[in-house]
């Protein structure tokens, strides 16, 4: 079994509300392997959010410890977690979130910007967005302005900027949310293939034909992970999900 | 060095985004420098233009008028009472080491003929130390000599004014022109020397001896104005002390009875000073006026820095999560704020320039381009930026990357 990239023990998550504590995460522990596709579901209200948070390094956890690629994030700073999102995690949203009047090339440079190890010249870091964007297979799309680009393309676009420093996990969070089904299809298969290509992901999503793409499903349900199973076929993921 | 061309390629990026909101946004900072550099450098032409007229007086010029000085300056009405002699010039002449050059002079106007032309112009009696203490040299012919001045000689001297308004382009040397009817000879040309202090034309005046003037034209006994040159710039306060205790002890004042000097001194230092002190007061105004355009450019930036914050807060949210940290961002939003004031610094400083290149044409000023100006303006808009850029940077940094990236 190849070495866990996401290593979490007894994580939770209370918010303080004047008086009253929600506990939005209650004990969550989950290993993930390097190389899984897993898709993390639940309704509103399950955690799944807050999950995603601290996966992320938005968020800390309460308690519980959370290591990622080896390294324990779950007490890091506000400036230490920035280094982590930029070096190892790949945000893609589901409102995309790329700057507007912006061409797609800049947009997928945006995270060489903070980053230390980013190459130092333009000419470089140009190559290697180029080289980000010809994956998602924008390769003649680097001037566009997202306003000149479909809802997918900037989608992909926003994948192309999850990958520019080679992060450890790219995470996903309802990334099909407002596409339609047949651009969902798209998108979702570029998460394939990079998935195909060895990249460890991680999706939020409410859609269980979405879910169906991953090869693992975690199911959460009031601050905890209620089921956690292989995707064996399609049928059998809808079944459990809606059961 | 890398990350700040970075910080400095987004602030520009996104000020060319909003061209013409960037643009109001700094108009408060643009009006407020060219404010700046335009007052600064009319104060300094005006200033310049003052200072070469005083010099235009004489070298450590001094200068003596009967008449009390009062509170609120001194009595101008010299002439009519007068209380200076030509045995006070004559001790200032013998007795005051410190004072190089005097010379007693009265001064009236009248008509002018040669041949069939006239003028009205102003007739200057002086003795021969007056060309020095004036600084004044001539382009042709000679001064009147002491010898003419001690017999009342029917000689004088022109300024080129009254030259060009006579002779035209003749040669005035060696040709008699009449003053009140009487003929004098001309032996001499004065050199140009152009407006006064005061606005008006120096070079219209003829100069002739002072005792030929007294006797002859004005049929006075009394002195007008003693002028008088210190033998160096440093010797005149010297000389004007000196000369104040001659004077009070030939006219027999006694200050600590609470007698009165009944004459007055200026020197061409007050002079100086006295406009040095109004133009300091003129640049106090503008200098405030400017505080004000700054003060209210700055808060101008303020606020569109604070609507740009809400505005971009998704924007935010995205770079914190993609890994920008609360300085990246401080320091994103201060340099944007900080190129807004000195992209508006630079367009004020060239209308401002502008401005005062236009005014110094019409007024005939030299143009004095103030280095020190432009650069205390382009300081001054930076400091601008930063000041009223540094909170809603603050604000920027500090906001939360999730509740940002859930901002609507």
């Known amino acids: 079994m190849p070495a866990p990239v996401i290593e979490i023990r007894d994580l939770t998550r209370v918010y303080k509300m004047g008086e009253t504590e929600v506990r939005a995460l209650n ?206 076929k399609r049928r059998l993921v809808a079944a459990e999900v809606s059961r | 060095m890398r990350k700040a061309t970075n910080i400095l390629t987004v602030a520009f990026r996104s000020m060319f985004r909003n061209k013409l909101r960037s643009l109001l946004t700094a108009l408060g900072i643009i009006i407020g420098v060219a404010c700046v550099v335009a007052t600064i450098g009319i104060g300094e032409g005006a200033r310049l233009q003052a200072e070469s007229q005083f010099q235009s007086l004489g070298t450590n010029f001094i200068m003596v008028f009967p008449g009390a000085t009062t509170s609120s300056g001194a009595r101008m009405g010299h002439g009519t009472n007068s209380k200076l002699s030509e045995s006070d010039v004559e001790a200032i002449r013998s007795e005051i080491q410190s004072v190089a050059y005097v010379s007693a002079t009265i001064r009236t106007a009248a008509q002018v003929i040669y041949g069939n032309q006239n003028w009205s112009t102003g007739i200057q009696g002086g003795e021969v130390d007056w060309p020095l203490i004036r600084s004044w040299n001539l382009s042709s012919g000679q001064f009147f000599t002491d010898a003419d001045n001690r017999a009342a000689a029917k000689v004088c001297v022109l300024g080129q004014t009254v030259v060009q308004n006579l002779f035209g382009s003749e040669d005035p040397v060696g040709k008699t022109i009449r003053i009140k009817n009487i003929p004098f000879r001309v032996v001499g040309v004065l050199d140009k020397k152009g407006g006064s202090a005061m606005g008006s034309d120096q070079d219209d005046v003829i100069v002739a001896p002072y005792q030929t003037v007294r006797k002859k034209i004005m049929g006075t006994t009394a002195v007008g104005v003693i002028i008088a040159s210190a033998a160096s710039n440093e010797m005149v306060p010297q000389a004007q002390e000196e000369i104040t205790q001659l004077l009070r002890q030939r006219h027999r004042i006694n200050r600590a009875a609470g007698q009165e000097d009944d004459f007055t001194m200026r020197t061409q230092t007050e002079m100086l000073q006295q406009a040095e002190q109004q133009a300091q007061t003129m640049s106090y105004l503008l200098w405030s006026i400017a505080g004000v355009s700054l003060l209210v450019g700055g808060i101008g930036i303020m606020n569109i820095m604070l609507v740009s914050v809400t505005e971009r807060t998704r924007e935010i949210g995205v770079r914190m999560a993609i890994g920008a940290k609360g300085r990246d961002i401080r320091a994103q939003f201060l340099v944007e704020a900080v190129a807004l004031a000195i992209t508006g610094g630079t367009l004020g400083i060239g209308l401002g320039v502008f401005i005062q290149k236009t005014v110094a044409r019409f007024a005939g000023w030299p143009v004095s381009l103030n280095s020190d100006g432009v650069l205390l303006a382009f300081v001054f808009s930076a400091l601008v930026g930063v000041a009223f850029g540094f909170y809603p940077a603050l604000k920027a940094s500090r906001l939360d990357p999730i509740e940002a990236l859930r901002y609507e």
Do not use: W
Not at chain 1, 60 to 82: F, W
Not at chain 1, 132 to 153: A, F, Y
């Open chain 1, 27 to 232: 004990g969550v522990s989950l290993t993930v392997a390097r190389g899984e596709f897993v898709a993390v579901m639940g309704p509103s209200g399950s955690g799944k959010s807050t999950f995603m948070n601290i996966i992320g390094c938005l968020d800390r956890p309460t308690s519980g410890t959370y290591i990622l690629d080896g390294v324990d994030v779950s007490r890091l700073s506000r400036d230490e977690r920035a280094e982590i999102r930029n070096d190892k995690i790949g945000f893609v949203f589901q409102n995309f979130n790329l700057l507007s009047r912006t061409s797609a090339l800049e947009n997928v440079e945006l995270p060489l910007l903070y980053s230390k190890k980013a190459p130092a010249t333009t000419k470089e870091r140009d190559a290697r967005a180029k080289a980000c964007l010809s994956i998602v297979g924008l390769e003649g799309r680097s001037d566009h302005t997202p306003s000149q680009l479909s809802g997918g393309q900037q989608q992909r676009v926003a994948i192309a900027r999850s990958l520019v420093n080679d992060p450890t996990i790219l995470l996903a969070d309802e990334p099909t949310g407002n596409l339609d089904s047949k651009t969902s299809d798209d998108v979702m298969s570029v998460f394939q293939r990079l998935n195909e290509e060895g990249r460890t992901v991680i999706l939020i999503t409410h859609e269980h034909d979405i879910a169906e793409y991953a090869k693992r499903v975690v199911v959460f349900k009031d601050g905890q992970v209620l089921t956690d199973t292989p995707v064996v």
